[in-house]
């Protein structure tokens, strides 16, 4: 079964903080997704990865293909990062995205 | 550039009716694809267009259907609403490649009494 799983379901930091958010997948994969999704409903891509690390400001994406897992993080965590962070790979038979049910993080400040 | 924009942001019906339901894609951006988002299921795909041609249908049942237009313009359409349709409908752009990353719409709320 295809699935996509993500962890802590819900995150609540103070400001400054350090965050990971992370993601594990059932099947192999050529790409992940690292989404953002503010209160209003509007979705941000922030990371399509496939291998190794890559950086954005202060967030970070790493992915272990082998142990099919992915790590989001937060470096000196600010309350505009409060938001819900999803994770998806195309994993239909034609490579529609599968999603996982998102975190939930909050930053106080 | 402009982003990706919907129509309308937010729509109220009641049980039974139908809804339509559109999205304009970044220019350039020849492939739509359409999610419904709810608390209960998050974020599912409905099915995706790509020059007029639907590439791809997700799980949901026939009274979900969508279209594509020759300017790339995407419509969704949902008959005979049930009370379980209300959800966050989005709608994402990209070039077409599998591999690209989507540029998501704001999405229409949709309510159903």
């Known amino acids: 079964k295809n699935e996509v799983e993500q962890s802590p379901q819900n995150l609540t930091a103070q400001e400054g903080e350090f965050i990971t958010i992370n993601c594990s997948y059932s099947?192999?994969?050529?790409?992940l997704h690292w989404l953002q999704q503010h209160p209003g409903g509007g979705i941000v891509s922030l990371f399509m990865?496939?291998?190794g690390k890559k950086k954005h400001g202060r967030l970070i994406a790493t992915i272990n293909i082998q142990e099919k897992h992915s790590s989001l993080h937060i470096t000196a965590s600010h309350p505009r990062d409060s938001a819900v962070y999803i994770c998806?790979?195309?994993?239909?038979?034609?490579?529609?995205?599968?999603f996982g049910k998102g975190t939930k993080l909050s930053v106080k400040p | 550039k402009a982003g990706v924009t919907q129509t309308p942001r937010y729509l109220i019906k009641t049980r039974g009716q139908q809804v339509t339901l559109s999205c304009s894609p970044i220019?350039?951006?020849?492939?739509v694809s359409w999610y419904q988002q709810t608390p209960g299921q998050g974020l599912q795909f409905l099915f995706e267009?790509?020059?007029?041609?639907?590439?791809n249908k997700g799980n949901f049942p026939g009274r979900f259907s969508g279209r594509q237009f020759s300017n790339s313009r995407s419509e969704m359409n949902v008959s005979t609403l049930e009370l379980g349709d209300s959800a966050l409908y989005l709608c994402?752009?990209?070039?077409?490649?599998?591999?690209?990353?989507?540029?998501f719409g704001p999405g229409t709320r949709l309510l159903v009494l």
């Open positions: 994402a752009s990209s070039r077409g490649d599998y591999q690209e990353t989507q540029y």
């Open positions: 099947v192999g994969i050529s790409a």
């Open positions: 990865l496939s291998s």
């Open positions: 998806a790979h195309p994993g239909g038979s034609q490579g529609n995205l599968i």
């Open positions: 220019s350039g951006h020849r492939s």
């Open positions: 267009y790509f020059s007029e041609t639907q590439r």
